[in-house]
């Protein structure tokens, strides 16, 4: 069994490479070819937090995973991460554990990867402006994702939170300093997301967090944080009113996240809204952007199929690099 820790995972594993191994998840999950229960969530009131347990298999890499990922928003106040994770994978041949990886990281960069994925695939060629609301854990992925595929040359981030907005950006110049972009703070998420091309949000919210009627034309969108019916960080206006709405995964999405469930209760959408999933457009089943005008929406609520493939991808690399602790319990 091998150990993976952050830095031994960033060793051998890019941004570039896990927006590869979301593609791959994606085409797999919406084939059929995984399967992949709905995660179990368990609310732990006493803490104003949930632990989630995220289990699933995959034929095509003979691969079983479990990823055990915690929502503490407290934790922050602690010094500790608010998602907090650890991951199994599974051997699909003799259903030994073969590696547990860091679970927290490797949520940051998959998550991070997803809405990279679907950037890459929705999102105008000519992209030059990003906009990023929420700067919590899984916001530095997210950003990275978004400079990874686009060359972007200006990213505006606004926080609730000022100071800790302040913080994020400050780091994020001198982490991100290699994709040359210009990351700067903005007072309120109406100038956040003024004249952005890519818009992602990744927060905790449970009311939206954006006004849809400030999204220019020609932009993509990003919702990456909703993952309980009582969370809704998307608009309502742009859920009517977008050209093409895609999710990860149609069956979840309509059960698990409040910036799709909270509409359809109100009779403002209905499912026939969702244009399809990601997995389907790769394939070639459903159109995606048409023309440069288009508004498109992405929401995502994450599956495990995204941390299997991409932890026995980084697994692949690491047992091809020699990097990893060797554990047994025998």
Known sequence: MLLLSKKEMQSVFSMKDAVQAAKEAFVVYSAGKANIPLRINLDVAKHHGQTLFMPGYIEEINCSGLKVVSVFPGNAAKGRPTTPATMLVVSGETGEVAAILDGTYLTQLRTGAVAGAATDLLARKDASAGALIGTGGQAAAQLEAMLTVRNLTTVKVFSLNAEHGKQFVDRMQ?????????????????EAIAGADIITTVTTAKSPTFDGRLVKPGAHINAVGSYTPQMQELDEYILVHADKFFVDAKEAAVEETGDIIIPLRKGIINEGRIAGEIGQLLQGQV????????????????????????????????????????????
């Open 174 to 190: 001198i982490e991100l300093a290699c994709y040359g972009a210009a990351i700067s703070l903005a007072g309120t998420a109406a």
């Open 287 to 330: 159109a995606g952007r048409q023309n440069a005008a288009e508004i498109t929406v992405f929401k995502t609520v994450g599956l495990a199929v995204f941390d299997i493939m991409t932890a026995k991808r980084i697994l692949d690399k690491a047992l091809e690099a020699k990097v990893g602790t060797a554990v047994s319990f025998n």
